[in-house]
């Protein structure tokens, strides 16, 4: 897969050489690469503008991903509406053939049983992974890419094969490069 950044998963709409993640009411970043979705800690009140908006955004060419979207058994609308906005992501991900980057808290099963049951044709991409081995495995098996930020199990990165490996920035306010350094450093080899 190939996308544009070499951190691919930022909230921070100063950096340079990111995606920018954006919610469907924000703006474009003149010069800037985007993700846009509906995180699913905001999958209570989903209204038609708001996906009008995604749909919008989603076929522009600044944004090269669909996300962050996703499940998470802790926050949020109930799984039922979160796997069904999870869906329509899924959707308009297939549509516009862009990956799609998945926020999953304590819903892993979910997210693989949906994988396995729909077949996609684009990457999905864990990002802000922190899980042991044994699940990176699991996704791993089913095709996913996992992202490792400024947290993560240092067992877990030396398992991941490097195409199938992405680095983000997310919310730390440390470089792209410094959270490349500690994954290649803390790695057990
Ligand atoms: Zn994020």
Not at 4 to 17: L, N
Not at 138 to 152: A, C, T, V
Not at 157 to 173: N, Q, V
Not at 174 to 181: A, Q, S, T
């Amino acid at each position: 897969m190939i996308l544009p950044c070499i951190d691919i998963h930022t909230h921070d709409k100063s950096r340079k050489d990111a995606i920018i993640n954006i919610y469907p009411h924000e703006q474009l970043i003149d010069g800037a690469y985007h993700s846009v979705g509906i995180h699913p800690w905001h999958t209570s009140n989903v209204t038609t503008i708001t996906i009008e908006n995604l749909k919008a955004l989603s076929v522009n060419s600044q944004v090269v991903a669909i996300g962050e979207t996703g499940l998470d058994a802790l926050k949020g609308a109930s799984i039922e509406k979160q796997i069904e906005i999870f869906k329509f992501h899924i959707s308009l991900s297939e549509q516009v053939k862009k990956p799609l980057i998945i926020h999953c808290v304590k819903a892993f099963n979910e997210i693989i049983t949906i994988k396995k049951q729909l077949k996609p044709s684009m990457p999905w991409i864990i990002h802000g992974f922190r899980g042991k081995p044994q699940l990176a495995q699991q996704l791993l098996n089913n095709g996913f890419y996992i992202s490792l930020g400024e947290k993560f199990n240092p067992e877990t990165a030396s398992i991941i094969p490097i195409d199938r490996l992405l680095f983000e920035t997310d919310e730390s306010t440390l470089d792209i490069n410094k959270i490349i350094d500690s994954i290649n450093n803390n790695c057990i080899l």
